[in-house]
């Protein structure tokens, strides 16, 4: 299809000093969690974005310093010595391979340091350690340990012009920067040239910037990435109107263009730039981001979860943004400019906002994605979240069992991987499985793409089928016809309350009674909540609990939310989104109790006792209802009683069964169900698809060489080849 007129203006050219990008779409820095130590999957992740048509990709911020760390939270990239410089020239040169150019952030974290992988103590502007982490360590920098600092940043903008960046970015934002706690009237009570006035706040940032911008000459755009407002709403923070429009006016002619964003000043606060759709809506940062467009004639990034073409071609049309930048975006899709560019808008995969792939990195591992789940696969597995090789036995049939959102994207998978025929059976008449009525909750509607676009995709193979209302039995599967059968048959909420804090049902819970519910009989069934007072227990820690509670309360219900755990919906600190649920949870008037187990269902009343103290005195609640979220069960019957039967199975000729999704184990995230149906679909004309084929590891084996890991590798897999990798000195 041809592309939307509408949007042309996304694909005009820009200038940003002596570099040009070929449209405006600008992957803003995102942390990964591959960093310094998995250097080709940062490469090959950064550089799908750029095969998906991003003019700009950026490296997560890269550390200036070998003693300025933040160890805990995710891997680091650093620039902060020249056995750096192979690391980030493989991501620059997979860049301009495909036409992008490449960024690289430079960063100091100062009294954020973490310490945990140096042990060493993060300078900053004045010796008040960290708001956020209270076990940092900080030191006040003197003038000898400014300029040291100074000449980090222009040593680590060599490096990134050795390595063939097109952009130097010194960050100031997102709970880390330096120059941004020197800025701040919060952080900064020095009395010397540093301190004091705006203006001598504003000097560090100001001479890293000239100074920077002297080193790398003509050769890089050189840019800063500046918290335009903090949401601090006082002096002692930036206000958009104020300090933020006053630096932009101090610093703007030392920089090619702005990139800007709002709100994640420190480390408890990064959710207000990583706004979730709970709670904040696309271009949720516009209004300030606005505030200070009259400041510059310099263009301006700015990001706030863009997923509709029209709103970014209206932003860039009216000079509201002149690039439209994306993290969340560009990882649920790495080919969304493509798509806009080919017309191809029902394609996109748009992000959910659910942070599922931030949560990961906060937790110390790799970023994942619920709607991309080839999503940090690209070199490790070789995958391509556009390109699926003809499978081997692509003239078998198959049978996927189970309608939900891993047997969804199995039975896309396998239909692009060109199998004969690929019928997807739903035993409800909609698709989507849990998710069918997860984005009825509140807040979650956007979670709703998880279903869309797989249905999407579904109607536009020609090879597969999709059947729905129709629930298969043993003699039906075995009467299929078909030469493969995967069982996707999901789970469902534990209806007498079996939980793993207790690793037992709870006696005396049965959801057969009229006033004990689980989340499917509220939101499916539509089964009455009895009377004012209402138990949510919640052992699953997530989103459902919490959500049912808010549902429950915004209904009129008393709501009493009991966890085993510490406090309520612990996955969400991951995430982003308790900052913003346990205010609104507290405004509702849901009671919190924290680190109970309920030991025994009465009758409309509810015993238990403190988790950690078995001789503490019972807790005792009276309720008119209780809502049981306490674990899922899956629904493995079908593929159990199949497999039990071998010779039936030769005798239907079926050569392989398996099973994928919750229907094999219960998933925390939906992510990882969809990864677990998509893994077996890429690998379904293996030996044994059951067992993953293993992947490319980039730690260091002692003994290995780059030809020891490549043949790792299937060769027979659709990579991307990755030897160059390894083989570099």
């Known amino acids: 299809m041809p592309r939307d007129p509408r949007h042309d203006v996304l694909f005009e050219p820009l200038r940003i000093g002596p570099k040009l990008m070929r449209n405006r779409f600008y992957q803003a820095p995102h942390c990964v969690g591959f960093g310094a130590e998995r250097p080709g999957a940062e490469a090959y992740l950064r550089a799908m974005k750029a095969e998906g048509g991003w003019a700009v990709v950026n490296t997560e911020a890269a550390l200036v310093s070998p003693e300025d760390d933040y160890g805990g939270f995710t891997t680091q990239t650093r620039v902060s010595d020249d056995r750096q410089i192979a690391n980030l020239e493989l991501y620059v040169e997979r860049a301009h391979e495909h036409g992008a150019l490449a960024g690289i952030q430079l960063l100091a974290m100062g009294r954020d340091a973490t310490g945990m992988s140096t042990r060493e103590p993060g300078g900053g502007a004045t010796r008040a350690v960290s708001d956020s982490l209270w076990w940092a360590a900080a030191y006040e920098m003197d003038r000898d340990d400014i300029r040291e600092l100074e000449d980090l940043y222009v040593a680590a903008a060599l490096r990134a012009r050795r390595a063939g960046a097109d952009i130097v970015n010194i960050a100031g934002a997102e709970g880390a920067g330096l120059p941004l706690q020197f800025l701040m009237a919060r952080h900064n009570r020095r009395t010397d040239e540093y301190g004091g006035s ?12 000239e100074r920077v911008r002297e080193a790398v000459g003509d050769e890089c755009a050189v840019t800063t990435r500046l918290c335009v407002d903090t949401l601090h709403g006082t002096a002692e923070g930036i206000r958009a109107e104020e300090e933020g429009a006053a630096f932009i006016e101090l610093a703007d002619h030392l920089v090619d263009f702005w990139d800007l964003q709002v709100g994640g000043e420190t480390l408890d606060r ?94 110390g591992a790799h970023i994942i994605c619920t709607q991309n789940p080839t999503l940090g696969e690209e070199y490790r597995r070789g995958w391509h979240p556009e390109r699926f090789s003809t499978a081997r036995n692509a003239e078998a049939s198959v049978l996927v069992v189970g309608g939900g959102p891993a047997g969804m994207e199995c039975a896309i998978t396998l239909g692009k991987r060109g199998m004969a025929g690929v019928h997807l059976v739903e035993a409800d008449a909609e698709l989507g499985g849990h998710f069918h009525w997860v984005p009825r909750l509140p807040g979650l509607a956007e979670w709703g793409r998880v279903v869309d676009w797989r249905k999407n995709q579904l109607a536009a193979l020609d090879n597969v089928s999709v059947v729905t209302g129709t629930r298969l039995n043993v003699a039906d599967v075995l009467d299929y016809g078909a030469d493969i059968i995967v069982c996707a048959t999901g789970s469902h909420w534990a209806t007498d309350g079996l939980n793993g804090p207790s690793q037992s049902p709870v006696p005396g819970a049965d959801a057969a009674l009229p006033w004990i519910l689980t989340p499917e009989q509220i939101m499916v069934d539509d089964k009455p909540v009895p009377g004012e007072r209402v ?116 005798a239907a000729e079926i050569s392989g069964l398996y099973q994928a999704g919750d229907g094999r184990a219960p998933r925390q995230q939906v992510a990882d169900a969809i990864f677990d149906a998509h893994r077996l679909a890429r690998e379904i004309d293996t030996a044994d698809p059951r067992r993953p084929l293993p992947y490319v590891p980039e730690e260091r084996l002692l003994g290995m060489t780059a030809k020891d890991y490549d043949a790792i590798v299937d060769p027979s897999r659709d990579d991307v080849g990755r030897s160059t990798v390894l083989e570099r000195p």
């Open 270 to 363: 990064w959710v207000r730039d990583a706004g979730t759709s709970r709670f904040y809506p696309e271009d949720f940062q516009g209004r300030w981001v606005r505030a200070v467009r009259s400041c510059t004639d310099k263009p301006i990034v700015g990001v706030g979860r863009f997923t509709n073409p029209d709103t970014m071609a209206e932003l860039v049309r009216t000079r509201k943004l002149d690039m439209i930048g994306a993290a969340r975006p560009s990882i649920a899709d790495p080919f969304l400019p493509k798509k806009i560019d080919e017309g191809r808008l029902g394609d996109i995969r748009e992000c959910i906002g659910c942070n599922v792939c931030i949560s990961r990195v906060n937790a």
């Open 535 to 650: 138990v949510v227990y919640d052992c699953e820690s997530y989103f459902v609990g919490v959500s049912l509670a808010e549902r429950l309360a915004r209904s009129g219900h008393q709501v009493t939310l009991i966890t085993p755990m510490p406090g309520p919906a612990m996955y969400l600190g991951l995430t982003g989104e308790a900052i913003e649920m346990m205010p609104l949870l507290a405004e509702l008037g849901v009671e919190i109790v924290p680190a109970h187990l309920i030991t025994e269902v009465g009758d409309r009343v509810l015993y238990g006792r403190p988790r950690h103290d078995p001789g503490a005195s019972p807790a005792v609640w009276e309720t008119d209802a209780l809502v049981l979220t306490t674990q899922r069960i899956a629904d493995n019957g079908l593929y159990r009683a199949l497999k039990a039967d071998r010779g039936a199975l030769r």
């Open 198 to 209: 705006f203006g001598n706040r504003a000097r560090l940032w100001l001479e890293v910037l």
